[in-house]
T-cell receptor
């Protein structure tokens, strides 16, 4: 079974731009969660989608948004990028809700200049 | 606010040593505690603990949960250089969100 895949793996953007990251979960998994990882803050929860509906949201500004498609693939969008958005963005999938074990993708490394 | 604290933040040992990593948590309506190993990018799942006092074991790694004192430990015996990684602990409460600690960076020197 293929694991969680994320694209692109690396991104470089400038302040003020917007970016869209993609995550394909493990086949059969319906829940996708997104996390931001920085050296100072560690892994922080962004949001979770299950069956195309956002179930949970972390404490991030409205510039961070996401969606999930009928095939469970998910996208995350960050608008009006700031330097502080530079981070590793990880997505994790699970079979059901986030109560099930989450399996992580390799992440997208975003650098904002 | 839900929080997870891991200690130590970093640890350097020699091959063959035994290490204990600590994780304390405060989450509302606790459901489970998870341990992950992160080497390069993707954290990989190690253990999920839901009951107190029941040790979970996988090879040289083991973990146990104390729901009364709100902590968990991860033990690694006979460490190898391949155990070098960041070990992440996460707690899940009633909201079902995973709250992560900042991790323990383990370095095993030959």
């Amino acid at each position: 079974k293929a694991g969680v895949t994320q694209t692109p793996r690396y991104l470089i953007k400038t302040r003020g731009q917007q970016v869209t990251l993609s995550c394909s979960p493990i086949s059969g998994h319906r829940s996708v969660s997104w996390y931001q990882q920085t050296p100072g803050q560690g892994l922080q929860f962004l949001f979770e989608y299950f069956s195309e509906t956002q179930r949970n949201k972390g404490n991030f500004p409205g510039r961070f948004s996401g969606r999930q498609f009928s095939n469970s693939r998910s996208e995350m969008n960050v608008s009006t990028l700031e330097l502080g958005d530079s981070a590793l963005y990880l997505c994790a999938s699970s079979f059901g809700t986030s109560g099930d074990t989450q399996y992580f993708g390799p992440g997208t490394r975003l650098t904002v200049l | 606010e839900d929080k997870v604290v891991q200690s130590p933040l970093s640890l350097v040992v020699h091959e063959g040593d035994t290490v204990t990593l600590n994780c304390s948590y405060e989450v509302t309506n606790f459901r489970s505690l998870l341990w992950y190993k992160q080497e390069k990018k993707a954290p990989t799942f190690l253990f999920m603990l839901t009951s107190s006092g029941i040790e979970k074991k996988s090879g040289r790694l083991s973990s146990i949960l104390d729901k009364k004192e709100l902590f968990s430990i991860l033990n690694i015996t006979a460490t190898q250089t391949g155990d070098s990684a960041i070990y992440l602990c996460a707690a899940q409460g009633g909201s079902e969100k995973l709250v992560f600690g900042k991790g323990t960076k383990l370095t095993v020197n030959p």
